[in-house]
Antibody, heavy 118, light 110 residues
Framework: EVQLVESGGGLVQSGGSLRLSCAAS????????MSWVRQAPGKGLEWVAN????????YYVDSVKGRFTASRDNAKNSLYLQMNSLRVEDTAVYYC???????????WGQGTLVTVSS | QSALTQPASVSGSPGQSITISCTGT?????????VSWYQHHPGKAPKLMIY???KWPSGVSNRFSGSKSGNTASLTISGLQAEDEADYYC??????????FGTGTKVTVL
């Protein structure tokens, strides 16, 4: 059974940093691109980042470029999101998701809440 | 990277059919057959319902169907059931090797 479990969320002040983790199990982690997606309170889903199987390619939504960095450790079946220079508008539930086929997020975690205070 | 446009809400009675639209541009929806639809119950993980415009993941009811015409994709739910009440989001791959989600549609079963 595919499982994705996020952790690392919490309360941080504006300008601070946080590192999210996503532990994967139930599939060969190194075979899949992975995504980070977020949902701000009362808002819709927003794609944040994608990272290739070997970490050699990464793509980000414009609003986080230069501040967030996705990475992965295939030996540990883990995905990470380093978030720096956090802003109030980064407050959201952050989900990790497995990418399958050409372009679909087919399994998602339950999410971890990041709250950025002013 | 503007969000795809969806109606804020759609409602229907049990047994009826409803359709949710998802409008983008030629750089996303219109340019690729990589539109997905997700069902999201608040507090839970989103669930993939349709991928590659009209394909079903294993275990998803065929009451859900997808289509696309030009820059607009659609999700149809047939035989509406109480458990279909949720938020629905479309998503598309884009020309920038990124993804964009729709604004979301709240489905209410009357």
């Amino acid at each position: 059974e595919v499982q994705l479990v996020e952790s690392g969320g919490g309360l941080v002040q504006s300008g601070g940093s946080l590192r999210l983790s996503c532990a994967a199990s139930g599939f060969t982690f190194s075979n899949n691109w992975m995504s980070w997606v977020r949902q701000a309170p009362g808002k819709g889903l927003e794609w944040v980042a994608n990272i290739k199987q070997d970490g050699s390619e990464k793509y980000y939504v414009d609003s986080v470029k230069g501040r967030f960095t996705a990475s992965r450790d295939n030996a540990k079946n883990s995905l990470y999101l380093q978030m720096n220079s956090l802003r109030v508008e980064d407050t959201a539930v952050y989900y990790c998701a497995r990418v399958s086929g050409a372009a679909r997020q087919d399994y998602w975690g339950q999410g971890t809440l990041v709250t950025v205070s002013s | 990277q503007s969000a795809l446009t969806q109606p804020a809400s759609v409602s229907g009675s049990p047994g009826q059919s409803i359709t949710i639209s998802c409008t983008g541009t030629s750089s996303d929806v219109g340019g690729y057959n990589y539109v997905s639809w997700y069902q999201h119950h608040p507090g839970k993980a989103p669930k993939l319902m349709i991928y590659d415009v009209s394909k079903w993941p294993s275990g998803v009811s065929n009451r859900f169907s997808g289509s696309k015409s030009g820059n607009t994709a659609s999700l149809t739910i047939s035989g509406l059931q109480a458990e279909d009440e949720a938020d629905y989001y479309c998503s598309s791959y884009t020309s920038s090797n990124t993804y964009v989600f729709g604004t979301g549609t709240k489905v209410t079963v009357l």
